[in-house]
């Protein structure tokens, strides 16, 4: 289905009044709000193939009505997200769940609904019906060069399928690692995984970047061969300057200081990708800001810093929401987690960088942390409902998307039982 644009007006015009009030509230305090609103409202999140149906977990899936059952379809489920947002103009395809069998049509369809082509994704954690080596003991790292072969055949395919498409980049998470001490030898499974990366980055056209994502535990829980942001970095640098570490938020050890990584990262012009989820425990792919908006706030603190701040020409990261919904309708949840991303965008543009300097120089520790939770305690709701608004979008998004009916229009069209390809 598609929204109309008089819809949205419509619906718009009965809030307008609040808005406009508050809005006017808002730019009397902050003084460079002009320039924040212009941030957020050029500001865009690609939506992965595999978020629009529902997610499943190792015990179960329970499905929802209308999920989209074509590559098609899950571009017009993220039209249908963008024309509510205007935050989200790009899908994330992965391959083998999304083949295009007809780039070119695909791309046009695509192109119609406002739709752009963002990373790439290779699968080499499944094996494939029509496979001929088994990815049980892992892909790049394999011991067996055939295996090897196989899945640096399979990254070059969705190369040459991204290509087709208009996509600029590749994005490889391996699953691979061991689950039991003394299973596989860590400095051959390294050298084996260069090696492997260094055949697909021969194949990456010159216009092209190579996301390297990494992962502390799961799927096996005794190593994994990319477990940390240095792994992926050392990877990155061997491969040479279109090869970039990609951070997942979920990705990481309880408590790990991931905005002091990105720092860290940006200083080197390293931070090719970043991946929004939340999680409590592990890497439980629960929407973005629900759990650590405050975590998620500081990490913007260094994404805004390291943007201004750029000596090392660290690439504008491309950006990704990387969850799975069990629960809530998938676009709903889509819609949720832009609105926590961009909340803590513009939170942290109100932060008052010269302030906080001059604090940390003078080692102000209480001002400091001050300036910070000024930035975070301001409700910027307004900010993200104006910035839509200028962009003909939704001031309430959500309630758009209830008031407009998608998910049982959805279901009117494609069915209850049509179901989502992915996990
Ligand atoms: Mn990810």
Same mark, same amino acid.
């Given at each position: 289905?598609?929204?109309?644009?008089?819809?949205?007006?419509?619906?718009?015009?009965?809030?307008?009044?609040?808005?406009?009030?508050?809005?006017?509230?808002?730019?009397?305090?902050?003084?460079?709000?002009?320039?924040?609103?212009?941030?957020?409202?050029?500001?865009?999140?690609?939506?992965?193939?595999?978020?629009?149906?529902?997610?499943?977990?190792?015990?179960?899936?329970?499905?929802?009505?209308?999920?989209?059952?074509?590559?098609?379809?899950?571009?017009?489920?993220?039209?249908?997200?963008?024309?509510?947002?205007?935050?989200?103009?790009?899908?994330?395809?992965?391959?083998?769940?999304?083949?295009? !069998? @007809?780039?070119?049509?695909?791309?046009? #369809?695509?192109?119609? %609904? *406002?739709?752009?082509?963002?990373?790439? /994704?290779?699968?080499?954690?499944?094996?494939?019906?029509?496979?001929?080596?088994?990815?049980?003991?892992?892909?790049?790292?394999?011991?067996?060069?055939?295996?090897?072969?196989?899945?640096?055949?399979?990254?070059?395919?969705?190369?040459?399928?991204?290509?087709?498409?208009?996509?600029?980049?590749?994005?490889?998470?391996?699953?691979?690692?061991?689950?039991?001490?003394?299973?596989?030898?860590?400095?051959?499974?390294?050298?084996?995984?260069?090696?492997?990366?260094?055949?697909?980055?021969?194949?990456?056209?010159?216009?092209?970047?190579?996301?390297?994502?990494?992962?502390?535990?799961?799927?096996?829980?005794?190593?994994?061969?990319?477990?940390?942001?240095?792994?992926?970095?050392?990877?990155? !640098? @061997?491969?040479?300057?279109?090869?970039? #570490?990609?951070?997942? %938020? *979920?990705?990481?050890?309880?408590?790990? /200081?991931?905005?002091?990584?990105?720092?860290?990262?940006?200083?080197?012009?390293?931070?090719?990708?970043?991946?929004?989820?939340?999680?409590?425990?592990?890497?439980?792919?629960?929407?973005?800001?629900?759990?650590?908006?405050?975590?998620?706030?500081?990490?913007?603190?260094?994404?805004?810093?390291?943007?201004?701040?750029?000596?090392?020409?660290?690439?504008?990261?491309?950006?990704?929401?990387?969850?799975?919904?069990?629960?809530?309708?998938?676009?709903?949840?889509?819609?949720?987690?832009?609105?926590?991303?961009?909340?803590?965008?513009?939170?942290?543009?109100?932060?008052?960088?010269?302030?906080?300097?001059?604090?940390?120089?003078?080692?102000?520790?209480?001002?400091?942390?001050?300036?910070?939770? @000024?930035?975070?305690?301001?409700?910027?709701?307004?900010?993200?409902?104006?910035?839509?608004?200028?962009?003909?979008?939704?001031?309430?998004?959500?309630?758009?998307?209830?008031?407009?009916?998608?998910?049982?229009?959805?279901?009117?069209?494609?069915?209850?039982?049509?179901?989502?390809?992915?996990?």
């Amino acid at each position: 289905m598609q929204i109309k644009n008089t819809a949205i007006n419509d619906l718009n015009s009965g809030l307008l009044l609040d808005h406009e009030e508050n809005l006017k509230l808002l730019s009397k305090k902050h003084q460079n709000l002009e320039q924040i609103i212009d941030v957020i409202a050029n500001y865009n999140i690609a939506i992965p193939s595999w978020a629009l149906g529902a997610g499943g977990t190792r015990f179960g899936k329970f499905g929802f009505g209308g999920e989209p059952s074509t590559l098609e379809q899950k571009i017009e489920d993220i039209a249908v997200i963008n024309t509510l947002t205007k935050s989200a103009n790009a899908i994330s395809l992965h391959i083998p769940w999304d083949i295009p !069998k @007809d780039p070119e049509g695909i791309k046009a #369809t695509a192109e119609k %609904l *406002g739709i752009q082509f963002d990373a790439m /994704n290779s699968n080499t954690f499944q094996d494939q019906e029509d496979q001929e080596y088994s990815y049980k003991f892992g892909s790049l790292c394999h011991t067996d060069k055939s295996v090897r072969d196989q899945a640096v055949a399979h990254n070059k395919e969705v190369i040459d399928y991204g290509v087709a498409l208009g996509s600029k980049s590749l994005t490889v998470w391996l699953a691979d690692g061991s689950n039991f001490p003394g299973q596989l030898n860590f400095r051959r499974a390294f050298e084996n995984t260069l090696s492997s990366l260094k055949e697909i980055y021969a194949h990456l056209p010159s216009d092209w970047k190579l996301f390297i994502e990494y992962k502390p535990y799961e799927p096996n829980f005794y190593s994994m061969v990319i477990q940390d942001w240095g792994t992926s970095h050392m990877l990155a !640098k @061997d491969l040479g300057e279109q090869a970039y #570490t990609l951070v997942d %938020l *979920g990705h990481h050890l309880p408590n790990t /200081n991931i905005e002091h990584i990105v720092a860290t990262l940006m200083t080197r012009g390293m931070l090719g990708g970043f991946h929004f989820n939340d999680s409590k425990y592990g890497d439980d792919d629960l929407s973005v800001g629900v759990i650590k908006p405050y975590q998620l706030f500081l990490i913007f603190n260094e994404l805004v810093f390291g943007m201004q701040n750029n000596p090392a020409n660290n690439p504008i990261p491309a950006w990704m929401i990387d969850a799975s919904h069990n629960l809530k309708d998938p676009l709903e949840d889509l819609i949720q987690s832009i609105e926590a991303i961009e909340t803590a965008y513009a939170k942290a543009l109100l932060i008052d960088q010269k302030a906080l300097e001059s604090a940390q120089l003078k080692n102000d520790v209480a001002s400091a942390q001050r300036i910070l939770q @000024d930035a975070f305690n301001t409700d910027v709701k307004t900010i993200l409902a104006e910035a839509r608004r200028r962009n003909g979008g939704a001031i309430d998004p959500i309630l758009a998307y209830r008031k407009l009916d998608v998910r049982n229009q959805l279901i009117k069209e494609r069915g209850m039982n049509s179901s989502a390809t992915g996990l």
